[in-house]
């Protein structure tokens, strides 16, 4: 039998939404920005966890695709959490509108610029942030890329059939 599942071929497996939004719980952040929205099914767990955890939050995703944008928004509406979520129709990197310090991010964007996108956000991580970076197998690039960030963060690398990588500023 199949020991991992996933929504469509380009979502994240269902155990790691799961994990995500097990994770969110217990970290509690209040800033919470992810990149690479896709059709949402990662903004959901994480939006629906900082809902339980019952404190104040901002989430912000960035989405590139009007196409993924439209269908995000439907699949937040229809789990009543669309005015929990801001969507931005625009790069993770161009100059995001990001006023406070980001508790989590979770890296889902295009696999040849997460790194890039760590080293864009790293001046607006809280000294608490933790980030979670999907596609990290070895068939992805990113794999790759991580020892350039080995030195600067504790890092924890899971390995699920995409591969996720759970860093934190040391």
């Not at 959490?81 to 006023?99: G, K, T």
């Not at 979770?106 to 607006?124: G, M, Q, V």
């Not at 990290?136 to 690039?141: L, S, V």
Request: with cysteine; proline share 3%; hydrophobic share 40%.
């Amino acid at each position: 039998p199949d020991l991992w599942q996933a929504y469509s071929e380009n979502s994240a497996e269902v155990e790691t939404l799961e994990f995500l939004f097990s994770f969110v719980k217990l970290i509690k952040p209040r800033v919470v920005v992810e990149t690479g929205t896709f059709v949402g099914h990662s903004t959901i767990y994480i939006a629906q966890a900082l809902v339980d955890n019952g404190i104040p939050f901002v989430f912000t995703s960035f989405e590139i695709k009007d196409a993924y944008i439209e269908i995000a928004k439907k699949n937040l509406a229809s789990v009543s959490l669309a005015d929990q979520v801001r969507i931005s129709r625009q790069s993770s990197m161009a100059e995001p509108y990001i006023s406070d310090d980001i508790d989590f991010l979770f890296l889902d964007s295009d696999t040849s610029i997460r790194i890039a996108e760590l080293r864009f956000f790293e001046a607006k991580l809280s000294g608490k942030a933790v980030v979670c970076i999907h596609d990290t197998d070895e068939r992805h690039k990113v794999r790759k890329n991580l020892t350039t960030i080995m030195k600067d963060y504790n890092v924890i690398d899971l390995k699920t059939p995409r591969g996720i990588v759970i860093v934190q500023k040391k």
